[in-house]
């Protein structure tokens, strides 16, 4: 596999249901080692099932030390990974970049 600097980008769609949810494990899956950004802006709530994926996804990469970003997540989003307790899990991988610091 040839190596690029662009990181891969999936944009979370409003409505994460088992369709969207299985592409982005499809996704995920095939680039494996390569730094990945999920735009998270137009996203909704993420359920468990979402969130589960995101937070196998965020760890497996932190143990393979190559990023993976959610970039501009909406405050659903985040009230969403906060409620299923995964806010400490996705601490480093939440990036506002739309966001005035």
């Given at each position: 596999?040839?190596?690029t ?15 969207t949810v299985?592409?982005l ?6 680039r ?41 997540p909406s405050g ?13 899990t996705?601490a480093d ?6 966001a005035?610091?």
């Amino acid at each position: 596999m040839t190596q690029t600097s662009e990181p891969a980008v999936f944009t979370l769609s409003a409505t994460l249901n088992h369709d969207t949810v299985r592409e982005l494990a499809e996704f995920l899956a095939v680039r494996r080692g390569v730094p990945v950004t999920i735009d998270g802006t137009a996203s909704g709530r993420v359920g468990a099932q979402a969130a589960q994926t995101l937070a196998v996804a965020v760890r497996c990469r932190a143990e393979d030390a190559v990023p993976l970003k959610i970039v501009d997540p909406s405050g659903i989003v985040a009230r969403s990974l906060e409620t299923l307790g995964l806010a400490e899990t996705f601490a480093d991988a939440l990036i506002h970049e739309g966001a005035a610091a």
